[in-house]
Nanobody, 123 residues
Framework: VQLQAFGGGLVQTGGSLRLSCAAS????????IGWFRQVPGKEREGVSC????????YYAESVKGRFTISRDNAKNTVYLQMNSLKPEDTAVYYC?????????????????WGQGTLVTVSS
């Protein structure tokens, strides 16, 4: 069971990036998926999540209206489209999967984690 997050990079303020979370060894259809981010010295922060069954989505207040989470079950991938990026969005972004946790931004409820992908937004 593996999750892989990729798509990070360096972008200017106001730019966009799309992160992808791909799974191997299991089918993402049955899992609630969350995106989290972490800055060195700070706690991991929930950014967005999407439920397995009915694709209910939640967003942190700090990213509402700018980020969009979506899933493509045919590709076994979940995406995080990030628009209007700000320097404060700079962090390592992680995706995580949970079985039957519901859409939640509580990191402790997630069972599987991918390695992070670094997003840097320059001012």
């Amino acid at each position: 069971v593996q999750l892989q997050a990729f798509g990070g990079g360096l972008v200017q303020t106001g730019g966009s990036l799309r992160l992808s979370c791909a799974a191997s060894g299991f089918t993402l259809d049955y899992y609630d998926i969350g995106w989290f981010r972490q800055v060195p010295g700070k706690e991991r922060e929930g950014v967005s999540c999407i439920s397995s069954s009915d694709s209910i989505t939640y967003y942190a207040e700090s990213v509402k209206g700018r980020f969009t989470i979506s899933r493509d079950n045919a590709k076994n991938t979940v995406y995080l489209q990030m628009n209007s990026l700000k320097p404060e969005d700079t962090a390592v972004y992680y995706c995580a999967a949970a079985r039957d946790a519901g859409p939640t931004l509580i990191a402790g409820l997630y069972d599987y984690w991918g390695q992070g992908t670094l997003v840097t937004v320059s001012s």
